[in-house]
């Protein structure tokens, strides 16, 4: 059946490009591994092996989120920079005589630096497998590295190739893809978190409202993994309002260092609250210390659990006990983006095209790829 795409005053295909997610996240976790898992089972097996996760903007803030729980559930050296990062200063970030994971994400893999780091890691390191998570399959990324006997390429539902400007189920589904290949995440987990995510579809009318105060300020807070969501979280306000609203993301215990002087009588906090018991310490300290500055509405609190009546009301979202931040912080990030969205409406823009004069693109333009020899700079 063809669901028709709802006027950009309803959302337009970003509205429902977030409400898939859920169904998303069952094929996901349904799917088959076993030839993937053979790719991956003698380079991670390799005591010093070492992992680097890389995209581009959101792409790059998913590895933010997945690092901390790839590095404890599979003992090694995990680490999350961005491919703008690796392609200014190659050098910087890439070790030519350590057995190297490259695992890549590209919603189309046509960003001009997912190519270059791609080749770069090929040029500048003695031994280096390619991990490719892309939603596009005629991508330039997945072209250029099928077939290649260190190269693998695992494709994402043909859904999540989303047509939206910002990234959201494209997002969610290779996030999700890299935990069940390198992580924590089972068939179970991804059930969980698909029903939490329906819950939030449910609170669409309250995030609504949320989105109608208008504020003109948003600071996400995250510990940890959550750190990486609130990067996120505050890009895909950015993005959607196109930078009609000023963001901001911090952990917790950093925001206090200087960052706080943002909080004005205009702000709305989100707080992403963990699951360990001893961050979450610091999570309700910052709602305690904002609510007391801004008043008990300043501050959105999400949770997988209620907090104590003291520190103000939270969102709830059922049925998550027992799981790491980095699988909570998928449903937490529905949550952020349908914020972003509505709040995105409020200001009149047209959330599959914020930028009609083409100031910014779905995938970047513009950018030149040097070689490393030959600069003469």
Same mark, same amino acid.
């Given at each position: 059946?063809?669901?028709?795409?709802?006027?950009?005053?309803?959302?337009?295909?970003?509205?429902?490009?977030?409400?898939?997610?859920?169904?998303?996240w069952r094929e996901v976790a349904a799917r088959d591994d076993e030839a993937v898992t053979a790719f991956l089972r003698d380079v991670i097996a390799r005591p010093d092996i070492r992992i680097?996760?890389?995209?581009?903007?959101?792409?790059?803030?998913?590895?933010?989120? &997945?690092?901390? +729980? @790839?590095?404890?559930? =599979?003992?090694?050296? *995990?680490?999350?920079?961005?491919? !703008?990062?690796?392609?200014? /200063?190659?050098?910087?970030?890439?070790?030519?005589?350590?057995?190297?994971?490259?695992?890549?994400?590209?919603?189309?893999?046509?960003?001009?630096?997912?190519? &270059?780091?791609? +080749? @770069?890691?090929?040029? =500048?390191?003695?031994? *280096?497998?390619?991990?490719?998570? !892309?939603?596009?399959?005629? /991508?330039?990324?997945?072209?250029?590295?099928?077939?290649?006997?260190?190269?693998?390429?695992?494709?994402?539902?043909?859904?999540?190739?989303?047509?939206?400007? &910002?990234?959201?189920?494209?997002?969610?589904?290779?996030?999700?893809?890299?935990?069940?290949?390198?992580?924590?995440?089972?068939?179970?987990?991804?059930?969980?978190?698909?029903?939490?995510?329906?819950?939030?579809?449910?609170?669409?009318?309250?995030?609504?409202?949320?989105?109608?105060?208008?504020?003109?300020?948003?600071?996400?807070?995250?510990?940890?993994?959550?750190?990486?969501?609130?990067?996120?979280?505050?890009?895909?306000?950015?993005?959607?309002?196109?930078?009609?609203?000023?963001?901001?993301?911090?952990?917790?215990?950093?925001?206090?260092?200087?960052?706080?002087?943002?909080?004005?009588?205009?702000?709305?906090?989100?707080?992403?609250?963990?699951?360990?018991?001893?961050?979450?310490?610091?999570?309700?300290?910052?709602?305690?210390?904002?609510?007391?500055?801004?008043?008990?509405?300043?501050?959105?609190?999400?949770?997988?659990?209620?907090?104590?009546?003291?520190?103000?009301?939270?969102?709830?979202?059922?049925?998550?006990?027992?799981?790491?931040?980095?699988?909570?912080?998928?449903?937490?990030?529905?949550?952020?983006?349908?914020?972003?969205?509505f709040t995105a409406l409020e200001h009149g823009k047209t959330p599959d095209n914020p930028f009609p004069s083409g100031e910014v693109n779905r995938v970047v333009q513009g950018v030149t790829?040097?070689?490393?020899?030959?600069?003469?700079?």
């Amino acid at each position: 059946m063809t669901i028709s795409t709802p006027a950009q005053q309803d959302g337009g295909a970003t509205i429902l490009e977030i409400g898939q997610q859920p169904d998303v996240w069952r094929e996901v976790a349904a799917r088959d591994d076993e030839a993937v898992t053979a790719f991956l089972r003698d380079v991670i097996a390799r005591p010093d092996i070492r992992i680097v996760l890389t995209g581009a903007g959101s792409s790059a803030f998913l590895g933010e989120i &997945a690092a901390p +729980a @790839l590095r404890r559930h =599979l003992g090694r050296r *995990v680490e999350a920079i961005a491919t !703008t990062s690796i392609v200014a /200063g190659p050098l910087d970030f890439l070790e030519r005589h350590t057995p190297t994971l490259l695992v890549s994400f590209g919603r189309s893999g046509n960003s001009p630096e997912s190519l &270059a780091t791609t +080749a @770069l890691a090929d040029e =500048l390191v003695d031994d *280096v497998w390619h991990l490719i998570l !892309t939603c596009d399959r005629d /991508g330039q990324l997945s072209r250029a590295h099928s077939g290649r006997a260190n190269s693998c390429v695992v494709y994402m539902p043909d859904r999540t190739n989303d047509t939206g400007f &910002a990234m959201t189920s494209s997002l969610t589904s290779m996030l999700l893809t890299c935990l069940r290949l390198l992580g924590p995440a089972t068939a179970d987990d991804g059930e969980a978190l698909a029903r939490a995510a329906e819950h939030v579809a449910g609170l669409q009318p309250d995030i609504r409202t949320l989105a109608k105060t208008k504020k003109q300020r948003f600071v996400y807070l995250g510990s940890g993994p959550l750190e990486g969501l609130a990067h996120e979280s505050a890009l895909k306000m950015l993005e959607l309002t196109a930078g009609e609203v000023v963001t901001y993301f911090d952990s917790p215990l950093g925001f206090r260092h200087g960052p706080k002087s943002a909080l004005d009588g205009d702000t709305l906090a989100v707080v992403y609250v963990s699951t360990d018991p001893y961050t979450r310490r610091y999570d309700l300290d910052i709602i305690t210390e904002i609510r007391a500055q801004l008043g008990q509405d300043a501050v959105t609190v999400i949770s997988t659990a209620p907090i104590p009546e003291t520190h103000g009301p939270a969102v709830t979202l059922p049925g998550l006990e027992g799981l790491d931040d980095t699988l909570v912080a998928l449903p937490y990030l529905v949550f952020a983006q349908y914020l972003a969205l509505f709040t995105a409406l409020e200001h009149g823009k047209t959330p599959d095209n914020p930028f009609p004069s083409g100031e910014v693109n779905r995938v970047v333009q513009g950018v030149t790829i040097y070689p490393m020899t030959g600069n003469g700079g």
